[in-house]
């Protein structure tokens, strides 16, 4: 446990477990909702935020949220507006926010692409102290709104048409959600990288889906998940030299693995229980109705 | 096969060209929803062309007609998820646009399933139609046993902590209607709640809306048939092409219309045209 003793080792560990905890329960609300890849597209429009960052010699965290955020918040507004071209405006601003951000950075006094590689793929060992205060305000909004607003944003995103009949601010939430998802891209930019965040919003909440039956645990097993692969990702980095952000991803990816081969016994042995509670012989299912009886009689 | 299918509705019911309006001209003061020459269209094509329908307080309503008549879109304008190009609408005697008391309308809309893309349980799923009786979403004692009570309602009560992903399709039903009723509404609009449900649900969903009406609740259905509901129905409105083309006592099913899954075969099909196969009997 000697890499308790660095200063950085405690920054990169405080941010990891930070993205561990947040980026899935972000990402469980848009895995409900079916826009799984959000995540990715927000982590391409926060690009441009960076290289502005760098252009303008401001804070590229805090500049990546801004753009992040407005960029979240035109999707939404292409999914309300565009019907049919919604795809290709979205592809337009994922692209575009991309190549902004090779633009701006290549503009920037003396930056190149090197620079953008720390974000695209992670830095964790570079994590600074002001990173660190910006990772902790922006992970606890992220906590407030996905725990403090979890049956409101459960309901929108089950099933948006009931949640408007049910009265709930509908374009509100889906604007949260909206928001909160790219300050989480930006929460984990520094950790496992703008190319690699949506893996950490995703895959820990489909991993999680193999054991659980119901929201809340999927949520609860999606949160233990992605903290215990950040935490073991980052510990391993230190010990073996390999990139933090790319050992994060394989690990929950290993973790999906692992739990899907687990879960196929489980649900057999689920089904068998079900089976031996249900009566033996249950008639119900086979028998004909006896209106089909009455119309065979008539010989239509 | 919208035009045959309205045809053969349309010979069940006695007047096939005169519409017999109840009462659109004055509206009572109980009236639960009343629409009032109602055009709305869905994208450029005109879907309702100036429809008047009034439900009020205790009766049971339902919606007939083929598909595409508009019976969904009519249903949607009054919970406000299509907008209404001219007339009015209102809920309780409220214009539409200014109604925000939606905890007394419990609404079940046209789905086949109640899952999606995470697990989730029975009665997190029916939660959710609690929402609008909640203070901020906090659910308190009284929250959690009405939510119970519905699901007793709908006889899911033992599948409550079962994920909705293990259920059939007329379970999903129950959900949904589980849901609406969580929040004890006075109204309930339900669009093709028999869609896709098995016999034995559907004697569940009629036996439901029974109590909910000997209870006094108001009910607005959409339906494709009467089916096993028709005894609870007081009245019938059938659409077609946006119009209001019967509104009265229920059509009653004559002849081969009277079997479940009878073939609809349009009186003035071709000669040797297929008759349009829909049931058991085909």
Known sequence: ?300 | MDASVTGAKAESVSSESVPESVSSDSVPSDSVISLRGVRAELGSRPVLRGIDLTVRRGEVVALLGANGSGKSTAVRTVIGQVPVSAGEVELFGTPQRRFRDWARIGYVPQRTTAAGGVPATVTEIVSSGRLSRTRFGVFRKADREAVRHALDLVGMADRARDNVDALSGGQHQRVLIARALAAEPELLIMDEPMAGVDLASQEVLAQTLKDQVAADTTVLLVLHELGPLEPLIDRAVVLRDGCVQHDGPPPRALGQHALPGHDHVHPHAPAGAEPIRTGLLS
């Open chain 1, 1 to 300: 446990m000697d890499f308790l003793n660095y200063a950085f080792m405690q920054r990169a560990l405080l941010a990891a477990v930070l993205v561990g905890i947040t980026a899935p329960a972000v990402g469980i609300y848009l895995v409900q909702r079916r826009q799984a890849l959000m995540g990715d597209g927000i982590g391409h429009v926060a690009m441009t935020g960076v290289g502005l960052g760098f252009l303008l010699s401001w804070s590229p965290v805090w500049m990546a949220t801004a753009i992040s955020v407005l960029g979240a918040v035109t999707m939404e507004l292409i999914r309300w507006y565009g019907r049919t071209r919604g795809d290709i405006a979205l592809a337009m601003l994922f692209y575009g926010g991309m190549a902004g951000g090779v633009m701006f950075i290549n503009l920037a006094p003396g930056g190149s692409n090197a620079n953008l590689t720390s974000y695209l793929f992670g830095s964790l060992s570079t994590v600074s102290e002001s990173d660190v205060t910006a990772i902790c305000l922006l992970a606890a909004f992220v906590v407030v709104v996905t725990l403090g607003l979890r049956r409101q944003l459960f309901a929108v995103s089950q099933d948006e048409e009931f949640a408007r009949v049910t009265g709930l601010p509908v374009r509100a939430l889906n604007l949260l959600t909206a928001i909160t998802a790219a300050v989480t891209v930006t929460v984990a930019m520094r950790v496992v990288g703008l190319l690699l965040v949506s893996a950490l919003m995703v895959v820990p909440v489909a991993a999680a889906q193999q054991l659980s039956r119901s929201f809340a645990a999927t949520f609860a097993i999606a949160v233990a998940i992605g903290v215990t692969v950040t935490i073991g990702g980052t510990v391993t980095s230190y010990y073996q030299d390999v990139p933090p952000g790319a050992t994060i991803v394989l690990l929950t990816i290993a973790a999906f693995i692992a739990l899907s081969v687990l879960a196929a016994p489980l649900a057999r042995r689920r089904a068998r229980a079900l089976a031996a509670a249900q009566p033996a012989g249950d008639p119900a299912e086979c028998a004909i109705p006896a209106t089909r009886a009455a119309g065979d009689e008539v010989g239509v």
